[in-house]
């Protein structure tokens, strides 16, 4: 097989990695939030992720902003601010159902797209998901699925700023400059959250893995993949996530997964799969920011 063929067809197994290590990222946040809280893993997330994007995108940096700053200040508020949520909802609730009430932000703006039967199908269906996963409510922190509730309108929030910024602004330029805004925000609370605890080696050094795992590496690997898969096919892999997650919380933190809760999130990801399916869209390569239903980066 010739490689250019190898790269296509391994394209989507990279997606899947890169999700994988998203969520095995998000697993250790939580393992680190007895000792420094959920603010301050996204806080250390946030430093190491700008630095990083930082540095990459430092030759275009120069008058960037000029003219988008309210842009790229509301970008990097509604990204810290959905990286808190979601952070605050892991420490309360399974990741596994974190992450399929995360899902219905951006899978709402998907069915809003669509203007079809076929999306209200798919609406349907994700509701029958929810109402699943509510059956489970007796034993779920509610506030925690209130924070969940708050990081999924934040992240259709998200997908709209991102894709005014990557129009705005050449690369990663704005993704850049709004997670710097972003750490700017969050690290003040984080001191006072966590205290001498965030200067310690061994939370720096897992506040960089779960930077590298959470935010590096699926941002790599989708920049590469997307390079070889139509916006369809990435679309529907990034709508597994809720299962991905589910299965991560399983096997990492031991979170159970019972049938009903299994139902319900299977529920939410075949809506997801529906809804990208029905979306209109080019059959061209897409950028991340303008892929349907993509992962936050940061």
Known sequence: MPDTSRAHAAAPFLVLLGMLCQEAGAAIAVMVFPTVGPVAMVALRLVFSALVLLLIARHALRGAAHGHWPLVIGYGVTLAAMNVMFYLAIARIPLGIAVTIEVLGPLVLSVVASRSLRGLLWAVTAAAGVALLGGTAHDLDLLGVAFAVGAALLWAG?????????????????????????????????????????????????????????????????????????????????????????????????????????????????????????????????????????????
Do not use: K
């Not at 709004?178 to 939370?203: N, Y």
């Not at 139902?263 to 990208?276: P, Q």
């Open 158 to 298: 998200y997908i709209l700023l991102a894709r005014a910024a990557g129009a705005a602004m050449a690369g990663l330029t704005g993704l850049a400059l709004a997670t710097g805004v972003g750490a700017v925000l969050t690290l003040p609370a984080a001191v006072v959250t966590a205290g001498a605890a965030l200067a310690d080696p061994r939370i720096l050094a897992l506040g960089l893995a779960v930077a590298v795992l959470s935010s590096a590496i699926p941002y790599g690997i989708e920049i590469t993949a997307l390079r070889r898969l139509r916006a369809e096919t990435f679309g529907i892999l990034m709508a597994l996530a809720p299962a991905l997650a589910a299965l991560t919380g399983l096997v990492l933190l031991g979170q159970p997964l019972t049938v009903t809760i299994a139902l319900g999130i299977a529920l939410v990801t075949v809506a997801g799969i529906g809804a990208v399916r029905t979306a209109p869209r080019p059959t061209r390569v897409v950028a991340p920011d303008q892929a349907t239903l993509p992962l936050p980066p940061a």
